[in-house]
């Protein structure tokens, strides 16, 4: 788990190599992430691409790192298409593993 306090100096990139890795550890679905979003004012978009891939771009500039683990996670619960009750179980622990506070205080 990383250190909720630590976040703020760990790069996007490192943020999103280390979902990824808990993902497939999971075997699920894996998007591709990329920042920021093509779509002004967006915080995250989702793409379906071709060949079935999915992309998710978060806004990373002027946001809490709160809100891009957010973003993340709900990137990669739509990639898998998980809602509702099926995706509060992997939203948990998605979150946790990369130190979310939701997740924490849970």
Do not use: K
């Amino acid at each position: 788990m990383v250190d909720v306090e630590a976040l703020s100096s760990i790069p996007f990139g490192a943020l999103a190599r280390l979902l990824a890795a808990e993902a497939r550890r999971h075997e699920l679905v894996v998007p591709a992430f990329s920042s920021p979003p093509r779509t002004p004012g967006a915080n995250r978009t989702i793409r379906r691409l071709p060949g079935g891939g999915v992309m998710v771009a978060v806004r990373v500039r002027d946001r809490g790192v709160q809100d891009v683990i957010d973003d993340l996670v709900e990137g990669v619960l739509v990639a898998n298409g998980l809602a509702g009750q099926a995706a509060v179980g992997w939203r948990l622990a998605l979150r946790t593993v990369l130190g979310g506070e939701e997740a924490m205080a849970a």
